[in-house]
Nanobody, 116 residues
Framework: QEQLVESGGGLVHPGGSLRLSCAGSGFTLRDYAITWYRQAPGKEREQVVLDGETIGSTTYADSVKGRFTVSRDNVKNTGYLHMNILKPEDTAVYYC?????????WGQGTQVTVSS
């Protein structure tokens, strides 16, 4: 069964850092780009990063540019979202999916809360 599982969220103070993981199973993640999304309470899901390692281009939403970066561990079939200089407005549930041919069943996501 093809699946993506997010992890690594938590509570962090403003200015802090977190690393989120997106672990794939049932398929080879390096064959795809990874899209990272987040959904804050009362808001629609928004794309924050397209990790286009496979297509030679990674794009970041303006709201996270310069603070978030991505990496991969192809041995572990996992992608990572490195979040730095976190702000309260980064508080959301973070999800990942593959691109193209995104999985219909989304993972549970991982909660990130930025608060003092």
């Amino acid at each position: 069964q093809e699946q993506l599982v997010e992890s690594g969220g938590g509570l962090v103070h403003p200015g802090g850092s977190l690393r989120l993981s997106c672990a794939g199973s049932g398929f080879t993640l390096r064959d795809y780009a990874i899209t990272w999304y987040r959904q804050a309470p009362g808001k629609e899901r928004e794309q924050v990063v397209l990790d286009g390692e496979t297509i030679g281009s990674t794009t970041y939403a303006d709201s996270v540019k310069g603070r978030f970066t991505v990496s991969r561990d192809n041995v572990k079939n996992t992608g990572y979202l490195h979040m730095n200089i976190l702000k309260p407005e980064d508080t959301a549930v973070y999800y990942c999916n593959r691109f193209p041919d995104p999985l219909k069943d989304w993972g549970q996501g991982t909660q990130v809360t930025v608060s003092s």
